[in-house]
């Protein structure tokens, strides 16, 4: 099944990247932006959806815009912290590293 990646961003600098079936939201990936860097706080998929590569279609799409808009990302998201640990190289231009960032010990990854 393909599926359509929908964004949007407010005022307050607080954007997602979501993905719609039959007008309900089934996952979405939320982040907020201040001074180039994007905070990357939550990744979600519907349960029933979950295993089919939905959220790194999401993950793919948040490292495109940031890549585009010469943005830093924050993985506050124990998933995309994963995602950047599995592969540091891929990511080390948009990574922004922090000293705090989560281990991502809750999706299976050994902490630092």
């Not at 949007?8 to 990936?29: H, P, T, V, W, Y």
Request: charged share 35%; hydrophobic share 35%; proline share 4%.
């Amino acid at each position: 099944m393909e599926h359509t990646i929908e964004f949007k961003i407010d005022e307050q600098k607080r954007g997602s990247f979501f993905i719609k079936k039959e007008e309900e939201q089934i996952a979405e990936l939320d982040f907020d932006v201040k001074d180039n860097v994007l905070n990357a706080y939550h990744t979600g998929v519907r349960k029933e959806l979950e295993g089919q590569g939905i959220a790194a279609k999401l993950f793919d799409k948040l490292v495109e815009y940031a890549r585009e808009n010469n943005y830093k990302i924050i993985p506050s998201c124990s998933y995309i912290s994963v995602k950047f640990r599995r592969r540091p190289d891929e990511f080390a231009d948009v990574w922004q590293r922090t000293d705090n960032e989560p281990t991502g010990a809750a999706c299976g990854l050994p902490g630092k």
